[in-house]
């Protein structure tokens, strides 16, 4: 089973996130959209979410509040807007693209395990319908380089959507550190290695208790040719599709040779 190329100028497109719904990526998804499809919604979570990856809200009730018109926020995570905005805020008429983004941060390497941006796209995938991560790199010591995201968004979203996917993958797209100017093109990569976790901060708070506190450094291996990390470090775009089945075909094929 596959998604069909997609005309985005007839096209219904849901946009969520996981920076929150005053992000200020969402919103520049938000405007660029709303001059390339025929109709844009907005759901995404109240406040930021970074780092929520997969994760469902089911121990509470979740709230949804309008904004404006096609525009809510949830008080939940990233999973949790997709899921209401598809069963719930739009259920008289489902969307024909889900993007998620524009996230201030890449979702790199084993990012994509952590990341809130990458699992909106997933659960819209599950769902059944063609989705798009989006993710700006940046170093978080500098402003973020918006403008190369404005420029370059629409045509890769255009180029994206006129191709065939299956309906198990979603696309994840990674703008790189550098002008719009400098961007060398848009590239197919795999995914690359990035471990974010290898820095703590130990600390007493007031009441005398320790904590540790992880910090955002991460093990990272930008050489390795035709990875996403890679092609961001030249300049490049990078569009990484993933799978939603993790089965290791190699292992399987070996497990059935010695299990009965």
């Known amino acids: 089973m596959t998604h069909k190329p997609l005309d985005l100028a007839k096209a219904r497109v849901l946009i969520s ?3 929150g719904i005053e992000a200020p990526g969402l919103k520049l998804l938000e405007r660029i959209m709303r001059r390339l499809a025929r109709e844009v919604w907005v759901v995404a979570p109240e406040s ?9 809200t089911l121990r509470r009730p979740l709230r949804v509040r309008k904004l404006s018109a096609r525009r809510y ?6 999973t949790d807007a997709v899921l209401l905005a598809i069963h719930q805020v739009m259920k008289d008429g489902h969307p024909d693209l889900v993007l998620s983004g524009i996230n201030r941060g890449g ?3 084993e990012d994509v395990t952590y990341s809130g941006t990458v699992a909106a796209a997933m659960e819209a995938t599950l769902l059944g319908f063609p989705a798009i991560a989006l993710s700006l790199f940046t170093d978080d010591h500098r402003a973020a380089k918006w403008a190369t995201s404005e420029h370059w968004t629409g045509e890769t979203v255009r180029r994206l959507t006129a191709m065939t996917w299956p309906k198990s993958v979603l696309m994840n797209v990674n ?5 719009a100017n400098s961007v ?9 290695r990035r471990k974010i976790g290898s820095e703590f901060t130990e600390g007493v708070d007031p009441r005398g208790e320790p904590y540790f506190w992880i910090g955002s450094q991460r093990g990272e291996d930008r050489r390795r ?11 490049a775009i990078s569009v990484t599709p993933l799978s939603m089945d993790m089965t290791h075909e ?4 070996g497990l059935k040779a010695v299990l009965p």
Request: aromatic residues 2%; negative net charge; charged residues 25%.
């Open 17 to 19: 996130n996981d920076d």
């Open 48 to 56: 930021e979410q970074s780092a929520a990856g997969h994760s469902l």
């Open 73 to 78: 926020a949830v008080d939940g995570t990233p």
């Open 107 to 109: 979702n790199l390497g």
């Open 175 to 179: 703008f790189p550190d550098v002008a």
């Open 184 to 192: 060398t093109g848009i590239e197919a990569t795999r995914q690359g």
């Open 225 to 235: 040719r035709g990875t996403d990390l890679e092609a961001v470090s030249r300049g």
């Open 250 to 253: 190699p292992s399987l094929r």
